[in-house]
């Protein structure tokens, strides 16, 4: 029986890459100079950190970072999670990303819900942080695919491990 797997995974290079070169370019710009504007990664809790003298600085570093994240891989900042902005010693401020990796359940049922609502002759069924997705035909599974990429628009899907 044909199937498809619905994942999310983070490319972690393409993410440290986007991080190191927005933080390349907030060193070298002059309106940082001497300010603590900084962008600090966590890979094992997969946290990015932004650091700034002002929410307005902040902001900026943010306007950075985002754009630099959807060039190494697209639909990439749809996958974090702001956190409130915090007030660290003095005026300084500081504000989490949390990048989310994987389906989380919520996601997973709203998925299976989609499909399922949806009249098409496929079952989808949760598998840890995935999704599969089975059917009679490929033509059937071809159309869950495109019916799931025009739902599900606010994070980023991959399908793979299409199965004949």
Same mark, same amino acid.
């Not at 966590?42 to 307005?56: S, W």
């Given at each position: ?5 619905? $994942?999310?995974?983070?490319? @972690?290079?393409?993410? =440290? ?6 933080? /390349?370019?907030? $060193?070298?710009?002059?309106? *940082? ?10 890979? %094992?809790? %997969? ?9 307005? !600085? ?10 630099? @994240? &959807? ?6 900042? +749809?996958?974090? &999670?702001?956190?409130?902005? !915090? =007030? ?20 997973? %049922?709203?998925?299976? +819900? ?6 098409? %002759?496929?079952?989808?069924?949760? !598998?840890?942080? $995935? ?5 009679? /035909?490929?033509?059937?599974? !071809? &159309? ?5 990429? +025009?739902?599900? $628009?606010? *994070? ?9």
């Amino acid at each position: 029986m044909p199937s498809f797997d619905i $994942t999310s995974e983070v490319d @972690m290079v393409n993410l =440290k890459n986007s991080i190191d070169a927005a933080s /390349k370019q907030i $060193t070298n710009r002059y309106d *940082f100079k001497g300010t603590s504007a900084n962008i600090e990664f966590n890979e %094992k809790d %997969k946290v990015i950190t932004l650091f700034g003298d002002n929410d307005f !600085q902040l902001d900026q570093v943010k306007d950075i970072l985002l754009p630099a @994240m &959807e060039k190494k891989e697209p639909e990439s900042s +749809k996958r974090l &999670e702001h956190k409130d902005v !915090q =007030k660290v010693s003095g005026n300084k401020v500081k504000q989490e990303l949390i990048v989310r990796d994987g389906i989380d359940s919520d996601l997973a %049922k709203k998925i299976t +819900k989609l499909i399922k609502d949806s009249g098409m %002759k496929v079952q989808a069924t949760i !598998q840890g942080d $995935t999704v599969r997705v089975n059917g009679a /035909k490929r033509d059937v599974l !071809q &159309e869950a695919i495109a019916f799931v990429k +025009k739902s599900i $628009t606010d *994070f980023p899907l991959k399908f793979g491990n299409f199965r004949d």
